[in-house]
């Protein structure tokens, strides 16, 4: 059972930026495509972005495109989140996950496309 352990999270204000890194304890982390999802209060946990196996191409919710970038390092075996120009409405638990369903790979995924799942960190912007 692999482990993914979030971390970078914490409290910024509007404008501001965070990362956010993964890293996961499966030694074949590069067999699996990788994503961020977050989940503010009393909402569903939704896509943020992902990455397929290698980190040549990546994928991006409409709400976080051209703010947001999503990048890995297979030597290292983690996944980050560059977060730019943080909103309010950016505050939420971010999750990160994996997946061997490289074929759905696309803008618009949910949570039932990911398999393992890390435990989360807050982000929180403040206004």
């Known amino acids: 059972q692999v482990q993914l352990v979030e971390s970078g999270g914490g409290l910024v204000q509007a404008g501001g930026s965070l990362r956010l890194s993964c890293a996961a304890s499966?030694?074949?982390?590069?067999?699996?495509?990788m994503g961020w999802f977050r989940q503010a209060p009393g909402k569903e946990r939704s896509f943020v972005a992902a990455i397929n196996r290698s980190g040549s191409r990546t994928y991006y919710a409409d709400s976080v495109k051209d703010r947001f970038t999503i990048s890995r390092d297979n030597t290292k075996n983690t996944v980050s989140l560059q977060m730019n120009s943080l909103k309010f409405e950016d505050t939420a638990v971010y999750y990160c996950?994996?997946?061997?369903?490289?074929?759905?790979?696309?803008?618009?995924?949910?949570?039932?496309?990911?398999?393992?799942w890390g435990q989360g960190t807050q982000v929180t912007v403040s206004s």
């Open positions: 499966r030694r074949t982390f590069s067999d699996y495509a």
């Open positions: 996950a994996e997946t061997t369903r490289y074929a759905i790979l696309s803008d618009y995924l949910v949570p039932g496309d990911f398999s393992s």
